[in-house]
């Protein structure tokens, strides 16, 4: 290697190098500003968004958006979640994504919180339009793609690893219930009962209306929930509703 091709290839990595330090911090000063914001997804050990580790990573490289899920240790027995979003300036925002035991969070319906856990000043449905606006709309709806909805679909689909739902599903919708000892026990009838309420709620709205053929339901099996989403041009976002196909239950220990 001559000494211009090694000056060459130093001055490449100390740019690369040093982007990359600076877009970590700029993840890190996001995830600090959502925690302060809501303060629950923090552990009792206050270690302001340090327990938080990056565990997936998606990019999307024709729209050139990057979609990151960031964890505390699943070792906690009430561990959270964060979802980052950056745009292709480099821009970052987050969104919040709490387990099932704060239900208002997730305005479960068919479902009542729970005594003693902290109400959510926001919605994920509003946390999730929040963070989307560092996304531009569409100039001409009828031609161009809409790039809300591409990351949107990437979240889901490789992020989250989301099952998208149809008819031939019924049976997983209603008859499918996994345990979830974060929450108080309930009984497993009363578990089917709300998932079959699940069902002919969510199959009402089924179809988006321009686009028949299509679903709208996704089933995200690792978090035990169901998102039925919307793209609402009047308000430039998503229309979101949430169901809980999980069952609160604690096993005995001996």
């Not at 919605?123 to 996304?135: G, H, S, V």
């Not at 309930?186 to 009402?204: C, H, W």
């Not at 609402?232 to 096993?251: A, C, L, M, S």
Request: hydrophobic share 30%; charged share 30%; with cysteine.
């Amino acid at each position: 290697m001559t000494n211009n091709n090694y000056y060459l290839y130093y001055f490449f990595f100390i740019i690369t190098f040093g982007c990359s330090e600076k877009m970590e911090t700029k993840v890190e000063k996001t995830i600090e500003n959502i925690i302060e914001k809501f303060p629950q997804l923090e552990t009792e050990e206050k270690s302001f968004g340090k327990n938080y580790k990056l565990i997936k990573s998606v990019k999307n490289a024709e729209f050139d958006f990057e979609i990151q899920l960031f964890s505390q240790p699943d070792s906690l027995k009430d561990y959270q979640q964060i979802i980052i979003l950056i745009n292709s300036k480099k821009k970052c925002s987050a969104i919040p994504f709490f387990n099932n035991k704060y239900k208002d969070y997730w305005e479960f319906p068919f479902d009542k919180p729970i005594k003693n856990v902290d109400k959510i000043k926001s919605t994920f449905k509003i946390e999730l339009n929040n963070a989307l606006n560092i996304f531009p709309n569409p100039k001409n709806p009828l031609k161009d793609r809409n790039i809300k909805y591409e990351v949107v679909n990437e979240m889901l689909q490789s992020l989250l690893i989301t099952k998208k739902l149809e008819e031939k599903d019924s049976l997983l919708i209603y008859k499918t219930i996994q345990s979830n000892s974060n929450i108080p026990n309930e009984t497993s009838d009363s578990a089917f009962v709300r998932l079959r309420k699940n069902y002919e709620k969510m199959k009402k709205e089924w179809h988006p209306k321009d686009f028949i053929i299509n679903y709208n339901c996704y089933y995200d099996e690792e978090n035990g929930r169901i998102y039925q989403l919307n793209y609402n041009e009047k308000i430039k976002g998503f229309d979101v509703k949430n169901y809980r196909q999980d069952w609160g239950f604690t096993p005995m220990t001996l």
